[in-house]
């Protein structure tokens, strides 16, 4: 099973800074690496997948890099809408799919 | 517009069963795989279950494997997950979720489409 490994846990940061969200495997997991953001009481959202394109919909300021374990996620300004859970997740090796335990992005 | 819309929580006593369905609407429904994935109250995500476009293929999260049982109408454009012999630690949000995935190249783009989730108690 590979483990993903989501860094911080918790991270403060200002409406209009930037915000870098780390994500690691514990193999590679080449560029199958998705994107996901949660607000309290809905479900998640796909943000990207294939480790760097944006789904459907998402705004440019959401980015991602990586590829083999290590991956990061990048919101280059902060909106209020933006603080939230995000979670990495992979699936270039399956079952099972697997999730990182998520980084919750709050306001400071 | 697509909605996937699940129904069939509640609370269930320890060792009991429950049947949870999901309504597909606005998209292919036969072109995805379809996945169930579920979140225990405060923590993060967890995969349970997928099955491919024809119903072929199912995979399991090894905690479930002989107990649940995913499967699909695509006639209907409906997911299905049978949930026997719970336990306290099944307790969670159980989502549908759409699994775009190609096998012959392994191209995925993820989970894309998500529905509101239906809550799951196991509890006496």
């Known amino acids: 099973e590979i483990v993903m490994t989501q860094s911080p846990a918790t991270l403060s940061v200002s409406p209009g800074e930037r915000a870098t969200l780390s994500c690691r495997a514990s193999?590679?997991?080449?560029?199958?690496l998705a994107w996901y953001q949660q607000k309290p009481g809905q479900a998640p959202r796909l943000l990207i997948y294939g480790a760097s394109t944006r789904a459907t919909g998402i705004p440019a300021r959401f980015s991602g890099s990586g590829s083999g374990t290590e991956f990061t996620l990048t919101i280059s300004s902060l909106q209020s809408e933006d603080f939230a859970v995000y979670y990495c997740?992979?699936?270039?090796?399956?079952?099972?799919?697997?999730f990182g335990q998520g980084t919750r992005l709050e306001i400071k | 517009e697509v909605q996937l819309v699940e129904s069939g929580g509640g609370l269930v006593q320890p060792g009991g069963s429950l049947r949870l369905s999901c309504a597909a609407s606005?998209?292919?429904?036969?072109?995805?795989?379809m996945s169930w994935v579920r979140q225990a109250p405060g923590k993060g995500l967890e995969w349970v279950a997928n099955t491919k476009q024809d119903g072929t293929e199912k995979y399991y999260i090894d905690s479930v494997k002989g107990r649940f049982t995913i499967s699909r109408d695509n006639a209907k454009t409906s997911l299905y997950l049978q949930m026997n012999s719970l336990r306290a630690e099944d307790t969670a949000v159980y989502y549908c979720a759409s699994y775009y995935y190609d096998g012959s190249t392994g191209y995925t783009r993820g989970f894309d489409y998500w529905g509101q989730g239906t809550l799951v108690t196991v509890s006496s």
């Open positions: 997740q992979q699936s270039n090796n399956w079952p099972p799919i697997t």
């Open positions: 606005g998209f292919t429904f036969s072109t995805y795989w």
């Open positions: 193999q590679s997991v080449s560029s199958n």
